[in-house]
């Protein structure tokens, strides 16, 4: 019993840690175009969807509605393997519409695995005709706005309007006319000659198609001799239903003698700052997100009667997206699964759940409720690819993910010698060639097996927008007792073309930095991430790969505008020094963390880059500097659109070479700073640890030269006797030893330093990196400025040399100062 204990243990162990590398890539099979919606005319006739996927053995197949296509089925289908064509009738409008809103969907069959692809929509276009309406008559005072009312009829997409005025087309808004989002006309501070007959004709630019109006509506400008108190023409609709991102309008019209004056407020909250104006009596929002959310009331007097007031309600509508998937799971046979996707959206998004294509209902082992699939006593088959789709009224995302089950009565005979577990290990490393290639070209690695040592890979990484080219990869390691990690690199590899390989960025990434920004990417493309771990062994070890990211021109919703501000920076030992800032949310954009970037003031090299989770942090530790050096420290706020402008640069400089406690820093408790965020030992222990390596180097150091001094001193001497024996006489020896051009004087060229020169001792291990014909300085990275303007990393090197060759402030800093900007370059880009 004992022995099958230990033997699955170590079947376990050998999963999570090797085996995992092979099935969180399993993802292979993956989509390289998935079918798009298509809008049609009634007379186009065919209609055309495609989808493809990698590898190029993957067997698709269609869905329509949810019903698998076969060439048999009804309805004018030609189904292909990466093609389905439509084929409308011709005229029967009534059979037409029976395609329209249609879903279509591929699966892709690999390996006994299959994946769904989201749905795509059929959309039939339409312009219905203007149902009888009798004309309308009405008188408004001078001064007043004029409201001429439309109804479009139904129209797919939606029909714009235009209003025939005696021999003129009002075909877009002016100063004084209005075309506004319902259909209508307004006509702002209504004069005499713009009495007169208006007709309202619709048209559909996408069908090519116009209506005309069936009435018409008469206009009388009147003077008004009497005052009259204020009155609604046109009420604020009770709800609005906006689709994030979007602008809406909010109509309010008024009417009286004299003219109303016209205010918007938002109930129990502010006007979106910089994304609201007022035209006319009407409110237009910018731009909306989640907090415009709420109730809008429209206020209007004219000093005549009562103040009167009408209000609307906003709901933001949101295309579902997932806060958090499932990662891949290594199961044992006759264990229970529980895993859960969160969704965000609105209306709020249902989940549903598909494996291997197929969707997941409850029953006596499965049970399905809304984002929690729960499966009892796992089986062989319940083994393949998952997706949780979370749906609604806009549209639909998945997340994707595998599940693997084990059978454990097979570990004896698959992993039960030694010989056997180093054949499978050799099968995990050739998962790993093009990587261990790599290390073995650039570094001289070595790939070597270690049974039994634990080596904890990187988490699946999360990225965030930068600019139009580039992003910030950021993940972590758990905190564990294995292997430490010397260095990480990042990979990455654009999905959606065939023979696309991984790209290992040629970068070490010291192990204490867990976020990397990776340029030169392609506006618009889709990728995935993932991270190698280099160990103290020399072997490697690579985390799952991200989720798929596209990165878009222009984010659907805003990223945070203004950076936070550095407030204070400290010093708190020769390694560390303490970070506070501020920073205010504007207009309610949430944040998901900060971005910190630093680097030695005197290297004008590149900023490293520490990430810091949590919108309310406010203060942050930097570890493993130099001691006694400046370092140039600025910020970045972010959220999954995008990063900030970038905060002020804080010039700060580290403590003299000493043994210095952080952990008693401000008095504080010594368990209140032992650990970092990233689960590594305290700034204190490693000062300590490294001053007393400090020391030890030194010591050494000094011991040798001691012991060379020694023994160059007994040669002078034994040089001295010689000469003393070839003398003649004492008197005449003496005389000779005070001659000063000749002997009692040890030659500089003997190795004695003379008193006034300087011993250069460098303990900075990024000396080699700051010659001017160093390679690594000479490549030019693209980076983004606050304007999104590329600049060339090499010119904001050169700038950086300047400032410092002329900024004694910094080379003589004994204390932490803000820097003054200089210039638009001081808040560039990590670079």
Same mark, same amino acid.
């Given at each position: ?35 798009? @919606? ?741 490549? @030019? ?51």
């Amino acid at each position: 019993m004992k022995e099958s204990c230990v033997i699955l243990m170590f079947w376990l162990f050998l999963n999570l840690s090797s085996v995992k590398y092979v099935y969180s890539n399993f993802l292979d099979l993956e989509f390289q175009s998935e079918p798009l @919606t298509v809008m049609v005319t009634p007379r186009d006739g065919r209609v055309v969807f495609r989808c493809s996927a990698s590898p190029s053995s993957a067997v698709i197949t269609w869905l329509w509605n949810g019903e698998p296509l076969t060439q048999e089925s009804e309805g004018g289908f030609n189904v292909g393997h990466h093609k389905l064509v439509v084929n409308l009738p011709k005229k029967n409008r009534e059979e037409i519409d029976l395609y329209d809103n249609s879903k279509i969907q591929c699966l892709a069959h690999h390996k006994k695995r299959a994946l769904l692809s989201l749905p795509a929509s059929l959309i039939i276009g339409k312009l219905d005709a203007f149902p009888p309406q009798d004309d309308i008559n009405m008188e408004i005072v001078r001064g007043n706005t004029a409201v001429i009312p439309c109804h479009p009829p139904p129209s797919v997409p939606i029909a714009v309007t235009e209003f025939h005025f005696q021999d003129t087309v009002i075909s877009r808004s002016t100063e004084r006319y209005h075309l506004m989002p319902s259909g209508n006309l307004q006509i702002f501070g209504v004069q005499p000659n713009n009495s007169g007959s208006y007709r309202c004709d619709v048209i559909n630019p996408f069908l090519n198609e116009k209506r005309m109006g069936q009435h018409q509506t008469i206009l009388s400008v009147i003077e008004e001799k009497e005052n009259k108190p204020s009155s609604f023409l046109i009420y604020p609709i009770n709800q609005t239903n906006v689709i994030m991102g979007s602008n809406v309008t909010l109509e309010c019209v008024v009417q009286g003698f004299p003219i109303p004056n016209i205010t918007w407020e938002k109930q129990n909250g502010y006007l979106p700052r910089g994304r609201h104006l007022q035209v006319g009596g009407n409110l237009v929002l910018l731009n909306v997100v989640q907090e415009d959310e709420g109730t809008y009331i429209c206020h209007a007097f004219n000093g005549i009667g009562e103040r009167i007031s009408a209000s609307t309600n906003i709901f933001i509508h949101e295309i579902p997206h997932l806060l958090s998937s499932p990662d891949d799971k290594q199961i044992i046979k006759g264990e229970n699964i529980t895993v859960e996707c969160i969704a965000k959206g609105y209306p709020k998004p249902h989940i549903e759940w598909f494996h291997n294509g197929k969707k997941l209902v409850t029953n006596s082992r499965i049970h399905v409720k809304g984002g929690l699939l729960n499966i009892k006593k796992s089986l062989l088959k319940d083994s393949g690819i998952y997706q949780c789709f979370a749906i609604n009224a806009l549209g639909s995302t998945y997340g994707v993910f595998v599940i693997d089950i084990h059978d454990s009565s097979k570990i004896s005979r698959e992993w039960g010698s030694d010989e056997e577990m180093e054949e499978e290990e050799e099968e995990m490393y050739d998962g790993h060639n093009a990587f261990q290639d790599f290390l073995g070209d650039k570094k001289g690695h070595k790939k070597r097996k270690h049974k039994g040592i634990k080596m904890m890979p990187p988490s699946k990484p999360e990225v965030t927008r930068l600019s139009d080219n580039s992003v910030m990869v950021r993940w972590n390691v758990p905190q564990n007792d294995g292997l430490p990690i010397i260095f990480f690199r990042v990979q990455y590899k654009e999905v959606g073309k065939k023979g696309n390989v991984w790209i290992t960025i040629d970068e070490d990434i010291a192990a204490h930095l867990h976020a990397h920004a990776v340029s030169g990417l392609k506006t618009g493309g889709r990728y995935r991430f993932r991270i190698a771990a280099v160990y103290a062994n020399q072997d490697n070890k690579m985390g799952p790969s991200s989720a798929k990211f596209i990165l878009h021109k222009d984010p659907p919703v805003k990223k945070p505008e203004s950076g936070p501000t550095i407030t204070e920076a400290e010093a708190v030992s020769q390694s560390a020094i303490m970070l506070h800032w501020k920073y205010e949310e504007v207009d309610s954009i949430p944040v998901e963390g900060f971005f910190i970037y630093y680097r030695a003031t005197h290297s004008a090299g590149e900023y490293s880059q520490v990430i810091v989770l949590g919108s309310n942090t406010r203060s942050h530790i930097l570890s493993h500097l130099l001691p006694e050096t400046p370092y140039d420290i600025k910020m970045q706020c972010f959220n999954i659109y995008g990063t900030s402008d970038f905060s002020n640069i804080y010039t700060c400089k580290t403590l003299p070479s000493q043994i210095t406690d952080v952990n008693n820093y401000h008095n504080k408790p010594q368990q209140d700073r032992s650990t970092t965020n990233d689960g590594s030992k305290s700034v204190a222990t490693k000062s300590v640890e490294s001053s007393k390596l400090i020391y030890i180097i030194l010591g050494s150091v000094l011991g040798i030269m001691l012991l060379v001094l020694l023994i160059f001193m007994v040669l002078c001497i034994q040089k001295q006797q010689r000469q003393r024996r070839h003398l003649q006489t004492n008197q005449t020896t003496l005389e000779l030893q005070v001659k000063p051009d000749t002997n009692g004087h040890i030659p500089s060229t003997n190795g004695f330093l003379k008193g006034k020169e300087k011993v250069n001792i460098s303990v900075n291990p990024l000396n080699e990196y700051l010659k001017d014909d160093d390679p690594k300085l000479s490549q @030019t990275a693209k980076i983004s400025s606050n304007n999104n303007e590329m600049i060339p990393l090499n010119n904001l090197e050169r700038n950086d040399r300047q400032d410092v060759s002329v900024s004694p402030r910094v080379e003589n800093a004994t204390e932490c100062d803000p820097m003054l900007p200089t210039g638009a370059t001081n808040d560039s880009s990590p670079g």
